[in-house]
């Protein structure tokens, strides 16, 4: 009954259709009352749950404040837990970022808006806006936030320690035509804004693609009826 995953430096999580969280390995605790989260995130000693109120539950090591959300915790629909800092989106489409900040990880860049997705390295964070662009910042020792040219077409982001993905989709227009269950979900309206957003990018992604109702460490989830992704569809950089 898991329906989806996060890997820590030392520890996982799992979250059930129930809307529980199973942690194992470098014990982090989760949080009572164990229920109602609808995505994960797990980082280097601490994690983020979403629950299905748009609050964020943080638990873990807080040395840096990587678990103190900031106020109003509330509005969010996407989470993502770096090693010493964290991120969450808001259904407004603006990044809150919080914990520990050396090397700039928690300086969203302006104009803070219009990003449907969020992922973050070991200390750096990217985010990925409507209109298929990505924006990166933080370290750059490797290159990770220098997003390959063209800057267009990424339906989805990754982040691992020191590197960055990007995933696009060139193969003829979107048409979204449905939304998974909803039902007690708060923000299905920010979801239904963001179909319609895709639908005018045109992006390029054929075939009939869904959103699926859990956000996965803040990507939308999208299912499709495509063939196996190509390299020239899979930007990597860092």
């Not at 806006?129 to 020792?141: L, T």
Request: charged content about 10%; overall charge negative; aromatic content about 8%.
């Amino acid at each position: 009954d898991f329906i989806a995953i996060a890997a820590g430096s030392a520890h996982s999580l799992g979250l059930k259709a129930n809307g529980s969280v199973v942690a194992w390995g470098y014990q982090l605790n989760v949080p009572t009352p164990n229920s109602g989260f609808v995505a994960i995130s797990a980082g280097g000693g601490h994690d983020l749950g979403l629950k299905a109120d748009g609050s964020i539950i943080a638990w873990g090591f807080n040395n840096y404040g990587q678990t103190s959300v900031p106020a109003p915790n509330a509005d969010f629909i996407g989470i993502a837990a770096g090693w010493f800092h964290s991120l969450g989106v808001k259904a407004d489409g603006s990044i809150v970022a919080w914990g520990f900040n050396w090397d700039g990880q928690t300086n969203v860049p302006a104009p803070n808006a219009d990003f449907i997705g969020i992922a973050v390295g070991d200390v750096h964070s990217l985010g990925l806006k409507d209109d298929g662009s990505i924006v990166g910042w933080g370290r750059n020792n490797y290159g990770e936030t220098n997003i390959p040219t063209p800057n267009a077409d990424f339906i989805a982001i990754a982040a691992g320690g020191y590197h960055s993905l990007g995933l696009k989709c060139l193969r003829g227009p979107i048409v979204v035509t449905t939304l998974e269950d909803l039902s007690g979900f708060p923000h299905a309206g920010a979801l239904i804004s963001l179909r319609q957003a895709i639908n005018k990018a045109n992006m390029g992604c054929g075939d009939e693609i869904r959103f699926a109702a859990a956000l996965a460490g803040g990507r939308i989830a999208l299912r499709s009826h495509l063939p196996p992704i190509t390299a020239s569809e899979l930007g990597i950089f860092g």
